[in-house]
């Protein structure tokens, strides 16, 4: 019987150990990073932009543009003459995320940028949207502009303190000039770091290690008391 318990001890430690490991305590983290995403709104259309998005992962890279100049590779230019928006009544461009699972989503952020003697404005209004299909969308309000961090021709426009339930997410655009410029789209939950980052190669192997040694820990001690 005693055998039995020290060995029930060590395994239900070993779980434990790697549990804790795996299942970090959640916090709010940007779950948008390197997720993938679909542009509205690219001028004249994706396969031939004018200002790219390149290689389709700057806007949830976790890169924030360090300058407001329009020349900044980070920026991702959308225009209202686009091929897919310039015959709408009120062209309106847009990025659309697919977290790839459902989030309870609690902040929404853009940087975007304004550089008016070539054409390019803040938005007059930035929309925030969630769907649980891509398809069916409700408002969850709209954002609030604020100077961004580097404070040169950036800002920041966020809609904070909501709860937004959903998989996919849509920052909408409202032109005041033909340009708009987007460097980053973000979305904060409550989400533990593995189900982001989940822990793989080197690091599980060295956790795994110490839980094993933990464990003999436990069983000798165990042991030690027969």
């Known amino acids: 019987m005693k055998k039995f318990l020290a060995i029930l001890l060590v395994a239900t430690l070993f779980v434990s150990v790697l549990t804790v490991f795996v299942s970090a305590e959640a916090t709010s983290q940007n779950v948008a990073i390197n997720k993938s995403y679909t542009l509205v709104g690219i001028y004249p259309n994706l ?72 054409g390019i404005s803040f938005p007059s209004s930035v929309e925030y949207f969630v769907s649980t299909n891509g398809t069916d969308w409700t408002s969850v309000g709209t954002g609030t502009a604020g100077t961004a961090y580097n404070n040169d021709g950036c800002e920041l426009v966020t809609l904070d303190g909501v709860t937004a339930t959903g998989r996919y997410f849509k920052a909408e655009f409202t032109h005041a000039s033909n340009w708009v410029f987007i460097s980053e789209f973000e979305l904060y939950a409550l989400a533990e770091e593995s189900e982001i980052n989940p822990p793989t190669g080197d690091t599980f192997v060295i956790f795994s290690i110490i839980a094993l040694i933990s464990c003999a820990g436990a069983f000798v001690a165990v042991k030690a008391k027969r």
């Open 47 to 118: 396969a031939n932009a004018s200002w790219p998005d390149t290689d389709n992962k700057e806007i949830t890279d976790g890169v924030f543009s360090s300058t407001g100049a329009y020349s900044d590779a980070e920026w991702v230019g959308f225009n209202i003459g686009a091929d897919d928006i310039k015959d709408m009544e009120t062209p309106q461009s847009a990025i659309i995320i697919d977290l790839g699972e459902e989030f309870d989503v609690t902040k929404l952020v853009v940087e975007a940028c304004s550089d008016t003697g070539v």
